[in-house]
């Protein structure tokens, strides 16, 4: 039964978003985002129909290991975009860099203004890389892991929502541009996002994704002792 349920469960989550993102390829409205939509969604059916979060929990972990598979699949089309890629390699590494640095300063400063205790500060430092590695860094520099999976899904939740609009707000059109910007801040979920808007913004997301995880933790066990009080 068990069984049956987790397979279920995993069906209506793909069918929540692939229904979600036809519904935001149609309408291109940042609210209909579809790693939002079907997030709301799935909780919503989950509460109609009476179900709890550890009956969810054997799903998601099989969709969670997936995640790996699915990251290697972004090496497709990063070998398609690879000469672009090694002509820009050095802007690439210094945007990236310079992303990773910002985005985790401007998390620390808005901590530190709100008061937020040494805990928080540290789980919240490495919110803008893909969860496995915030959760470790956040675990080595004296974090909460789950605070930080937390802070992690609602930086992606929040960039893949606000950041394409914010690009085009800014003027940025050039597709390697708003890929390097996405992954950056807001790792999977930002690279997804980018990927649907042109296979070029995808690669870029995916190794902009790839370096900022590897820069913050290089840095963050030096960087983030300094916000503390």
Same mark, same amino acid.
């Given at each position: ?68 598979? #699915?990251? !290697? @699949?972004?090496? =497709? ?5 690879? *000469? %672009? +890629? ?5 802007? $690439? ?13 401007? #998390?620390? !400063? @808005?901590?530190? =203004? ?5 805990? *928080? %500060? +540290? ?5 803008? $890389? ?27 939740? %929040? ?35 980018? %990927? ?34």
């Amino acid at each position: 039964m068990s069984l049956l349920l987790s397979v279920s469960l995993i069906l209506l989550t793909l069918a929540a978003y692939l229904a979600t993102r036809r519904i935001f390829l149609a309408y291109r409205h940042p609210l209909l985002n579809p790693v939002f939509l079907s997030t709301v969604t799935i909780i919503a059916l989950l509460k109609l129909t009476g179900y709890t979060w550890g009956d969810y929990q054997p799903a998601k972990e099989v969709m969670t290991f997936l995640l790996g598979p #699915a990251t !290697v @699949a972004l090496a =497709l089309p990063l070998y398609h975009n690879r *000469l %672009l +890629l090694r002509r820009h390699a050095p802007a $690439v590494l210094a945007g990236v860099a310079a992303g990773s640095l910002t985005t985790m300063t401007a #998390a620390l !400063v @808005a901590g530190r =203004l709100l008061s937020l205790n040494d805990t *928080l %500060l +540290l789980s919240l430092g490495p919110k803008s $890389v893909t969860v496995p590695i915030a959760v470790e860094i956040s675990r080595l520099c004296g974090g909460e892991a789950p605070l930080t999976a937390a802070f992690v899904v609602a930086t992606g939740m %929040l960039g893949s929502i606000l950041g394409p609009g914010t690009l085009t707000l800014l003027k940025v059109k050039h597709p390697m541009a708003r890929g390097l910007a996405l992954g950056t801040v807001s790792h999977g979920q930002g690279t997804a996002v980018a %990927l649907m808007e042109s296979e070029t913004a995808g690669a870029m997301g995916g190794v902009a994704m790839a370096l900022a995880a590897v820069f913050t933790a290089l840095i963050a066990p030096y960087y983030l002792p300094l916000f503390l009080h």
